[in-house]
């Protein structure tokens, strides 16, 4: 909630909660129990218009109404408000009350019918409906978001899988207790039953007054705007708003005065919110208001509980209410020019200006208002400084803007006039939108530009389209334009010309952009993320801290707020510097503090009265200089303190102690209130912070969390916000808040899935050449089957069976073939073309790119990789992607591309090729619909042509592809800004618990709503002198207490976009630098400990004072050099680089190159030696000539990036150097002071002094200073360090360098190796002991049989490479082969001659395989022949169509091998030829009908519907248009007219003069009955020729028809209200179904309602599509555990087919996250069922096989039939939206199959076991069965006979039970006997005998029919014998087993 005196209020009210009562308080007894409450004031801005109606319907009676607008009395009985005609429980699905008439808080209308949304389960009537009115009933009740509710649809409502949360007394009262951002995280969501508590039909008095202190409490938390806004809109029309809300406000008499005040301020905050964010809403508001300001002038009357604050309030509203009802009438206003004059007020309000440029923003001709930033002295207040500071930032990131398209716009006007290059903004041409692209926390939009003038451009180093750039895009020439910033940016995908952005604007106005509309983008590098948070943030202040100093600016500073009582501080961690300070949350608690091992010395320091400075101890003690001393003293005692730290003088060790102190002190300010208030650490950079922040986790353990985007340091990995998110996680913290994450977070997923699946296809579209399959339901049948025809003439052509399977023929189509003219036309091209050369690998450095991406990074995550489940949907759909191309245009020159045949050229031919399709691609030529449709072959057409018709196609199937995305976009993006507020209320919960936050100025800014409610009591700025005022303005908590300011404003200043903003208006001023100014007490350090005097002595000019610290004169002299600090003087002259409007001086690169590999020679680490430039451009030079081998670790980067760094040798590269003399902002003081102040022992700087010195008057001052030193010249002097008697070497240019090539002289080495050969390098200052010395002399050793080794002497010898001949002995052939390889080892090369089994000769070298490559001709099961090479006679697969008639009738257009020669047929490829309800025809496949995806063409004459035909349309609300003088309707738009037709003639007159032929109130026809006579009397129906015949014009085709003969046609079969007609009317002449007329609006109305409800029924209802899907879900993860081993075939064979396997499951289950219709996953439902009977029949399969042991043969067969299921399970898992009658009966038929052939190996397992043998005749029909089984031939009835009598005979030979007998037989004798199980026994060759009594074998006997040994003795069974538990059961056999087994089929 917004500042002022509603927050005052607010605060008061939560201060006094915990005295007030709000349980129910007992009612005032009246006289009557039903008591008359007449409102007093119920009008909304109008006196005659009431505001509260209710409907008799509604079960209240209706209030009189006079003409004048007069109110009666409103009756309520009781306490609570019942309106019985209401209830919701009760009543839904009735049609509520509709009438004309005036009433209801929502102004005029009729009421509308019952609804119900899922968020709102209010049914039935509504409460504000008005008037009276015809009430109508019907058996249903249409509910939006396409549900419709029957008779026991609320009985599937209650089976959700989420329950909706109950309201009730007890819940409220805990909200009421709880913060105001947990009631937003619990009722800010869809299922929390607020909804239904707002529309409760008991409104119980005490419940709403309850109820609305709760929602008012809730409207006080800014940090979750978006969960706020989700209550908030519930509130407009519900029967809380304008029933309850306005009784107990005129209930407010029968109240105590606090409850009417708690009630009136709750009201008041309620409706000011609701009128900020839902500003529609203001007229369902205006009532209560009204109502609201009657009573309270009541109550001013009799008592005194409305104050003035009150009155303020109600005022405040009431403005607010009156603003907002006239910004609804009054258009913008035109632009404004402003005098810009100090004294002059601003014109409007600044809190109120947008912060995106406007129109008038971006006029040249409209003068911004700007006043200056104050230098010195006072602003008049803070409104007056905060509009100053707004105004000016706000201008400098839309000047460059302006300026920039105001130069674009007169290049274009004045081409020949304009030779300049645009200086503010770059341009690009021919952008257009894409597509939608998910991000983890925002939608962003993929749109593409031109780069065929980009070519140079190296995206990776280039500032262009950096993260964070505002872009404005334009088609018609600026006038109008859309705001958006870079978002992702992939240097790779740039080069292709695609960039993600996020726009500013409304969705929905970007969801109407065109995809061929065509843009001029201008990009400007101004960082609007920044500014946004900043401006937001500066528009947001109510109270500034420090007013005194920052606005009036006072320099007398007090002490803090915390210290005015006189606490005393601990110095003693200041004195021990060792001792680490830790924190103890639990201590804390209890008022304790941590012990510390401090020493004796610093025991003076435990208790200092810091106000007293004389009490503090001693500057050396504290490890202090004297300046650093008294800083820290001020920071310590001043609540604003300014510390200025010249180079090198350990500012941020002061401002370390600073933290230290007030950390191991916190007890004093953090501690002293109930909430917890932890120190801010701001820095400008992220790198300033990671250095800050280093320095204080050494010293403090505690909560420290990090804030923002890229780390530098990774140890500082664990104190980042996401780490401390992480950790929180894992302890279980937050549970509200992760449960409503991860609500939001399925929902992101899922619709993830569903965008990105379709989002690829589309960039498939724009950039790649798709497949003629994938654009087959865009074209016209005749098309599309013109391609089948031909994919099957090759086929044909190639026998099917050599050529590999045809992919596409759209490549060939298009001319882009192997053999194509396009193709030989530009490689011909490209050969003229350089090759591409081969770079080493060079340096990496961190450019101004990279430094500004890592600094505009805000979120933590945003530059994070998605998480694996991001990842895996774009993976997942990637996949799907490459499905729909035929030629990857895309990756068509990158080296790992897989080319299609006749694509293996050159990679830069491939690149020439790439632009040159694209080109085509991208051309908007393309056919219109009646061109495409005059195309009768495609064949037959000219390249040209084709590709105009392919344009055509891609652009229907874009159009197509974004309709099914618009709706989903949109619910993405609310996911998205809901889970970010959960994200950002978890964030701040977890820094409230913090002690130091630590973040980046802009971070601060994006994050002001959380640090308000945070609070910190102490802020620390470092960089504070670098940083616009502001971003610090803006970083300021509202009851900061102490604001320490640590900088220095000589080195580096704050750096606006705009020059003349910066200088003229004193924007360069930072708070630090004017707060000086001002005259604010400011300590500057003054002892630098960095630089040596040689350098220290460059800062004199700049800072007098600066002394050198005693450590500094001890620093080691610059090896190998003679100076330790030189300045190189040339005259080389600069380049310019206009792509990155830098410099660069080739010249100076080599120079310092060569001298940076010189000191690396001299023994100094790379990381000792840092490379500087002044340019950006200087630094990519530099970056070319540093090879990654030589240089990696030596550091080059812009001055700017190095501030508040140091290094040991700095090496300055200045650039500058032309004949204009310009130096550009090298003549700036602060970049010279930073770039001469950061080396510590060596600084040597290169430049052109000559031009410097003339132009800047500090260089020279410097330049005569260094001369006189010697330390300035033309020529560098080396010292060679082993020779340091000679004189130096003088380099005068980069190639003198090669006088020292090896780091010393040019003197020779000679030193004698371990090897005995000598050192030939010149001398070297390094490795003297020539350790790391390679000796390249020839090695001297010889092999055992003393050939020489081939190696250099540092070389190990290896094996002898020499090539001698050897016997092989494996096939004795001589062979060279290698000395040191054995024969035995070595593959023979020369040609095999053996004879193979199969006759045919070897044609492979000797020592490899034999492969036979012989053609033979192989015939395949279903009949065909075809020549194979003999090897591949066993995989080989038939390739020709199949040619079969499926069940639908249509031919199968699939292959033998697809169709598993006719088992499992391909699905039906035909197109459909059905008519859908919408009228259009269907363009899917046969079998198939889908939703339909054309665009819907419903209209009305209010607007348009843009969703895709299949989808629901929204209702038009507005009112119906139909009127005459005669009738008029008053019904909505979307409902059937109140009125008749009228059937008076028209009076208006055409334009040709004469009367018009139509009727009252139509549209009139276009023809003139005169003029036009033999159009309109044209005989169609008979009537047309008489004189007076009227006729009706029909918009949709523009005929005329005679309107009796029309309205007969019209009426017939749909005059009924009960026509149950679901496709709409058509012209009689021309069928073009009607959508719009207003005569027949009544039936066409009907009509759509009824197609409403067929697509409603296809897609089904949304409860049961959830519970289906979830059924689903459980039903896959059931499947997925009948997965294991070894259930599966996959778990047979091995691991890899196991892994390949079980992906069929995870297939389907990405299968369910894509379907929407219930019609989809029932499909789905059933393809999972056959997968599960196909386990569930092989799994009992398998676990017979295992039991048994199998022969090779049989193994083999077990293996065969196990492969066998695979095919099955590849084609059931297959993406379908239904299966068709002919895939119900392939499936079918191949379980069967699968159970024939399971069965079939089970009886042969067991008559081989048995020992049986199969007749001669049952033998033959057994092996024709087992063939046609296992060859998988189509099932007729007759085999499906012929097997089970095959079956049944096998049966007879070996009986199930395995004894000879019957069952029935076997069940006889067992029974006879009367054994109890376990009795029967076999001998050792089968034959069942039994041991009665105990069943134990006690005596042997023989076998009466083999006389074999049986029995046994001491009750030990013979080892040969064994149970016989076939016949009783005792145990199971194999036999049993079979007898389990048995499947019917």
């Not at 500071?389 to 201008?395: A, V």
């Not at 965008?755 to 005749?782: K, N, P, W």
């Not at 020992?1811 to 001669?1816: A, T």
Request: with cysteine; aromatic share 6%.
């Amino acid at each position: 909630m917004s500042g002022g005196p509603l927050r005052k209020l607010m605060e008061r009210l939560n201060i006094e909660e915990g005295l007030n009562d709000d349980r129910p308080q007992p009612r005032r007894r009246d006289n009557n129990h039903a008591r008359d409450v007449r409102p007093r004031n119920l009008q909304m801005g109008n006196p005659t218009r009431r505001n509260v109606m209710l409907s008799e319907e509604a079960g209240i009676r209706e209030p009189n109404v006079n003409r004048r607008g007069s109110t009666n009395d409103i009756r309520f009985t009781g306490q609570d408000l019942e309106l019985p005609g209401v209830n919701l429980d009760e009543n839904r699905g009735h049609q509520g009350a509709r009438g004309r008439g005036r009433g209801g808080a929502g102004g005029r209308g009729r009421g509308g019918r019952g609804r119900h949304q899922q968020q709102n389960p209010v049914v039935g009537n509504e409460v504000n409906n008005r008037g009276r009115g015809n009430q109508r009933h019907n058996n249903h009740n249409t509910a939006r978001g396409g549900r419709r509710y029957q008779s026991g649809d609320r009985n599937k409502s209650r089976e959700r899988e989420r329950e909706i949360d109950v309201l009730n007394w007890r819940r409220l009262q805990e909200y009421k207790r709880k913060d105001p951002s947990e009631i937003l995280v619990s009722l800010g969501h869809d299922y929390s039953g607020l909804q239904e508590l707002l529309n409760s039909t008991r409104q119980d008095p005490n419940i709403v007054t309850l109820l609305l202190s709760v929602i008012a409490k809730a409207c006080t938390c800014e940090s979750m705007p978006q969960n706020l806004n989700n209550i908030l809109v519930k509130l407009p029309r519900s029967v809380f708003l304008s029933v309850g809300l306005p009784c107990i406000i005129l209930r407010l008499q029968d109240q105590d005065e606090t409850r009417q005040r708690n009630i009136i301020i709750d009201t008041l905050v309620t409706l000011k919110e609701l009128l900020i964010r839902v500003p529609g809403s203001y007229a369902d508001q205006s009532g209560v208001l009204a109502t609201l300001r009657k009573e309270v002038d009541s109550l001013r009357e009799t008592s005194d509980v409305i104050d003035n604050d009150i009155m303020m309030c109600l005022d405040e509203v009431s403005d607010l209410e009156a603003s907002k009802h006239k910004k609804m009438r009054d258009v913008l206003s035109h632009g404004r020019t402003h005098r810009v004059d100090e004294e002059s007020h601003p014109p409007d309000e600044y809190r109120e200006m947008s912060l995106l440029p406007t129109l008038d923003d971006l006029n040249p001709n409209v003068q911004p208002f700007l006043r200056k930033n104050k230098k010195t002295g006072r602003y008049d207040d803070v409104n007056h400084y905060l509009d100053v500071q707004f105004r000016l930032l706000r201008e400098d990131f839309i000047q460059p803007l302006r300026n920039g398209i105001a130069e674009y716009q007169k290049i274009i006007d004045e081409p020949k006039k304009s030779r300049n290059r645009l200086q503010d903004i770059r341009v690009y041409k021919d952008v257009s939108v894409i597509r939608s692209v998910c991000s983890k926390t925002d939608l962003l939009h993929r749109i593409q530009f031109d780069v065929s003038s980009l070519q140079r451009v190296k995206w990776e180093m280039s500032k262009r389209l950096i993260y964070g750039s505002l872009i404005c895009l334009s088609s018609d020439n600026f006038q109008t334009f859309y705001i958006a910033t870079v978002s992702d940016r992939d240097p790779k995908l740039l080069k292709d010309g695609y960039i993600d952005v996020k726009f500013e604007q409304n969705l929905e106005e970007i969801n109407a952009i065109d995809t061929d509309q065509r843009f001029v983008m201008v990009e400007t590098t101004a960082y609007y993320e920044a500014y946004k948070h900043v401006l937001r943030g500066l528009q947001n202040i109510t109270k500034l801290p420090f007013e005194k100093y920052i606005v009036q600016c006072q320099n007398v500073v007090n002490v803090p707020k915390y210290l005015t009582i006189g606490r005393k501080f601990d110095l003693r961690p200041l004195i021990d510097d060792d001792i680490q300070l830790r924190e103890d949350t639990n201590l804390r608690i209890q008022g304790r503090t941590d012990r510390y091992n401090f020493s004796r010395k610093s025991m003076c320091a435990e208790k200092v009265n810091v106000v007293d400075l004389q009490s503090w101890p001693s500057h050396e003690m504290l490890n202090l200089d004297e300046s650093q001393f008294r800083a820290l003293q001020t920071a310590l005692t001043k609540e604003f303190s300014v510390i200025q730290g010249p180079p090198g003088t350990g500012k941020t060790y002061v401002g370390l102690k600073i933290v230290k102190a007030l950390l191991h002190n916190s007890k004093h300010w953090d501690e002293i209130d109930s909430a917890r208030r932890p120190m801010l650490i701001v820095c400008y950079t992220n790198h300033a912070l990671d250095q800050f922040l280093s320095g204080i986790v050494e010293f403090y353990k505690g909560s420290v969390i990090r804030v923002g985007g890229r780390i530098s340091d990774s140890n500082l990995e664990k104190y980042s916000l996401r780490s401390w998110k992480k950790k929180a996680r894992e302890e279980g913290r937050y549970k509200n808040l992760a449960r409503l994450g991860f609500i939001h977070g399925d929902k992101l997923r899922s619709l993830h899935q569903r965008i990105e699946s379709v989002s690829q296809r589309i960039d498939a579209a724009e950039g790649d050449i798709l497949t003629e399959d994938t654009l087959q339901h865009v074209m016209s049948h005749r098309h599309s089957d013109q391609f089948e025809i031909v994919r099957n003439e090759i086929m044909v052509k190639n026998m099917g069976y050599q050529a590999p399977q045809i992919s596409s023929l759209m490549v060939e189509w298009l001319g882009l073939g192997a053999s194509s003219q396009f193709v030989f036309d530009v490689i011909d091209e490209a050969k003229n073309e350089n090759p591409e050369d081969q770079v080493e690998e060079v340096i990496e450095v961190q450019g101004d790119y990279d430094v500004a991406r890592n600094n505009r990074i805000l979120f933590e995550d945003a530059d994070e990789a998605r998480d694996n489940s991001f990842e895996r949907v774009i993976q997942d759909s990637l996949q799907l992607k490459k499905t729909c191309i035929a030629l990857d245009i895309s990756n068509l020159d990158k080296d790992d591309f897989q080319s299609h045949d006749g694509f293996q050229i050159p990679k830069v031919q491939r690149k020439k090729l790439k632009r040159k399709i694209r080109q085509k691609i991208k051309s908007k030529s393309k056919m219109t619909v009646k061109e495409a449709e005059n195309v009768n072959d495609i064949w037959n057409i000219d390249f040209d042509s084709r590709w105009r018709l392919y344009r055509y196609w891609v652009s229907r199937f874009r159009e197509q592809l974004r309709a099914d995305i618009i709706d989903k976009s949109q619910a993405y993006k609310v996911e998205c800004t809901a889970q970010r507020e959960v994200m950002l209320e978890k964030e701040k919960s977890i820094m409230s618990e913090a002690s130091v936050i630590a973040m980046t100025t802009t971070g601060a800014a994006r994050y002001q709503a959380i640090l308000q409610d945070i609070n910190p009591r102490i802020i620390v700025v470092e960089e504070a002198a670098e940083v616009l005022e502001g971003h610090v303005i803006t970083t300021l908590a509202k009851d900061c207490e102490q604001l320490i300011l640590i900088g220095d404003h000589k080195q580096l200043r704050p750096n606006p976009n705009v020059y003349k903003l910066a200088t003229q208006y004193n924007l360069q001023i930072s708070l630090f630098e004017r707060m000086l100014t001002n005259g604010v007490h400011c300590d500057c350090l003054q002892l630098q400990h960095r630089m040596r005097p040689e350098i220290s002595k460059l800062m004199k000019p700049i800072y007098p004072e600066l002394r050198d610290h005693s450590s500094v004169h001890g620093l080691e002299h610059v090896k190998g050099v003679e100076k330790n600090i030189f300045f190189i003087n040339h005259n080389h002259k600069e380049e310019r680089d206009e792509e990155n409007k830098s410099h660069s001086n080739i010249y100076e690169a080599q120079f310092v190159v060569a001298l940076a590999d010189y000191l690396t020679k001299q023994g100094y680490s790379r990381q000792q030696i840092t490379i500087l430039t002044t340019y950006s451009g200087q630094m990519f030079q530099l970056r070319k000539l540093m090879p990654k081998t030589r240089f990696e670790g030596i550091r080059v980067t812009p001055v700017d990036n190095f501030q508040g760094e140091e290094n040991d040798i700095i090496i300055l590269s200045l650039v500058r150097s032309n004949d204009e003399n310009k130096i550009g902002f090298l003549k700036i003081e602060n970049r010279i002071c930073v770039a001469l102040s950061r080396a510590k022992k060596g600084l040597y700087v290169i430049g052109n002094f000559d031009i410097l010195q003339s132009e800047s008057s500090l260089w020279k001052e410097m330049t005569i200073m260094l001369k006189k030193s010697g330390e300035i010249g033309e020529r560098l002097i080396l010292k060679c360090q082993n020779h340091p008697e000679d004189p130096g070497i003088e380099i005068g240019k980069p190639g003198d360098f090669q006088k020292a090539p090896a780091g010393g002289c040019q003197k020779l080495c000679n030193a004698r190796l371990d090897c005995g050969h000598s050192c030939v390098m010149s001398c070297h200052p390094l490795d003297l002991e020539h350790e790391e010395y390679q000796c390249h002399k020839p090695c001297p050793k010889t092999c055992s049989s003393n050939h020489p080794c081939k190696r250099k002497c540092y070389q190990d010898c290896g094996d002898c490479t020499t090539r001698v001949t050897k016997l092989i002995p494996r096939c004795g052939h001589f062979e060279k082969v290698s000395c040191h390889m054995k024969p035995e080892d070595h593959k023979c090369t020369q040609t095999c001659m053996q004879v193979l089994p199969c006759g045919h000769l070897c044609g492979n070298q000797c020592g490899f395989r034999h492969q036979c490559k012989k053609m033979i001709t192989k015939t395949w099961p279903c009949g065909h022949k075809g020549e194979v090479k003999c090897e591949e006679k066993d995989s080989a697969i038939c390739r020709l169509r199949c040619d079969k008639i499926l069940a639908c009738g249509h031919q199968c257009r699939g292959t033998c091998s697809t169709c598993l020669s006719g088992r499992l047929h391909e699905s039906c490829k035909e197109h459909c030829t059905k008519t859908l309800v919408c009228a259009h025809n269907c363009q899917s496949y046969c079998s198939d009908c889908p939703p339909c995806v054309m665009k819907c063409r419903n209209k009305c004459p209010h607007s348009k519907c843009t969703k895709s035909c299949g989808e629901l349309c929204k209702p038009c609300k507005e009112p119906c248009t139909w009127a005459c003088e005669h009738h008029q309707c008053t019904m909505l738009c979307s409902e059937p007219c109140n009125r008749p037709r009228c059937d008076s003639p028209c009076k208006k007159f055409l334009k040709c003069g004469h009367p018009c032929i139509g009727l009252c109130g139509e549209p009139c026809p276009r023809y003139c009955r005169r003029c036009n006579a033999d159009v309109v009397t044209d005989i169609f129906f008979g009537t047309e020729d008489e004189p007076d015949a009227r006729f009706v014009e029909l918009k949709d085709c523009k005929h005329i028809v005679e309107y009796n003969s029309l309205d007969a046609w019209i009426d017939q079969d749909t005059s009924s209200d009960k026509a149950s007609f679901v496709q709409l009317k058509c012209c009689p002449r021309c069928k073009t179904p009607i959508r719009r007329s207003v005569r027949y609006g009544t039936i066409i109305n009907r009509l759509l309602q009824n197609i409403d409800q067929v697509k409603e029924k296809y897609i089904g209802n949304r409860a049961d599509i959830e519970l289906r899907r979830n059924q689903i879900k459980r039903d896959l993860r059931k499947a997925t555990l009948k997965c294991q081993p070894p259930k599966f075939p996959f778990m047979v064979s091995n691991e890899n087919n196991r892994r390949n396997r079980v992906k069929a499951i995870d297939e389907l289950g990405r299968h369910l996250d894509i379907c929407v219709s219930e019609k989809e996953l029932i499909t789905l439902q059933n393809q999972l069922n056959f997968l599960v009977k196909a386990a569930d029949r092989y799994s009992k399969f398998n676990d017979f096989v295992k039991s048994e042991t199998l022969g090779r043969l049989r193994n083999d067969e077990f293996k065969e039939i196990e492969l066998g299921l695979q095919p099955f399970i590849d084609w059931i898992t297959v993406k379908r939206s239904s299966l068709s009658e002919q895939e119900i009966k392939d499936v079918q038929n191949e379980l069967i199959r699968h159970n024939l052939l399971y069965k079939l190996f089970i009886n042969e397992l067991t008559i081989e076991k048995r020992g049986l043998q199969i007749p001669s005749n049952t033998k033959s029909q057994l092996e024709k069965c087992k063939l046609f089984i296992e060859t998988g031939l189509t099932f007729t009835q007759k085999n499906k006979d012929d097997l089970e009598n095959t079956m049944k005979m096998l049966e007879q030979i070996s009986p199930p039970s395995g004894l000879g007998i019957t069952d029935d037989e076997r069940v006889m004798i067992v029974s006879a006997m009367q054994l109890s199980k376990g009795h029967w026994y076999k001998c050792k060759n089968g034959h069942v005998y039994a041991i009665g009594e105990c069943g134990g074998a006690t005596v042997e006997g023989k076998c009466p029919e083999c006389q074999t040994s049986i029995g046994g003795s001491g009750y030990r069974l013979r080892d040969d014998n064994a149970l016989a538990s076939e016949m009783d059961g005792a145990r199971y056999s194999e036999q049993a087993f079979l007898r389990n087994y048995h499947l019917d089929f």
